[in-house]
């Protein structure tokens, strides 16, 4: 793409994978509407500020993260990093899918929501696609089995803690009490016998 990035300034190491823009053909309903409302001027307000949302957003995919720029008199530029990525979707409306176009929603942990959406972008399947892969590679979503039992190991130490604390009236408990030889908990007990 010979687009000019700017507002774009990657961390050490970091290249860019993809580069969009919103589809030409998302302004066709646009063009729909606004034109026959011309005769009343507010439909040409209609097609200017379409444009120019048009021209002045831009979508990347890097190695690191994903970024959004948008904005015709100031600039805002959204950057979520790929270990923060949560969930994808992507969504197209009837004009979206007879001419090819789409929305990519980003859903973060934490989050509440869609927390970055990539509008009205050519090919929207093979770029969730591609945010998808990439966020494999970083290896998010995907904890062993061994954090996963240091993890309860955590929790029942806590519990016990906090149970031997209401039954001795405050008295802070050994978190040590009933670990295997080998320093785990054994997990085969009933849930009684470890709480």
Known sequence: MDESFDWFSPDDGEEVIWAGKQHPYSLVPVFAVGIPLTLVVFGLLIIISAYLTYQNTNYLVTNEALYKKTGVFSRNVQRIEFDKVQDT????????????????????????????????????????????ERNKKRGTGAASGDDKNAVLDEILVELRAIRDAVENSGE??????????????????SEDDRL
């Open 172 to 189: 802070p408990a050994n978190p040590n009490t009933n670990p295997s030889a080998d320093g785990d908990w054994d997990w085969n007990e």
């Open 89 to 132: 979707s992507y969504r197209q409306s009837f004009f979206g899918a007879q001419f090819g176009y789409g929305t990519v929603d980003i859903s973060t942990a934490g989050g509440s929501g869609v927390e970055m959406s990539f509008d009205n972008v050519d090919a929207p399947r093979d770029l969730q696609s591609l945010i998808n």
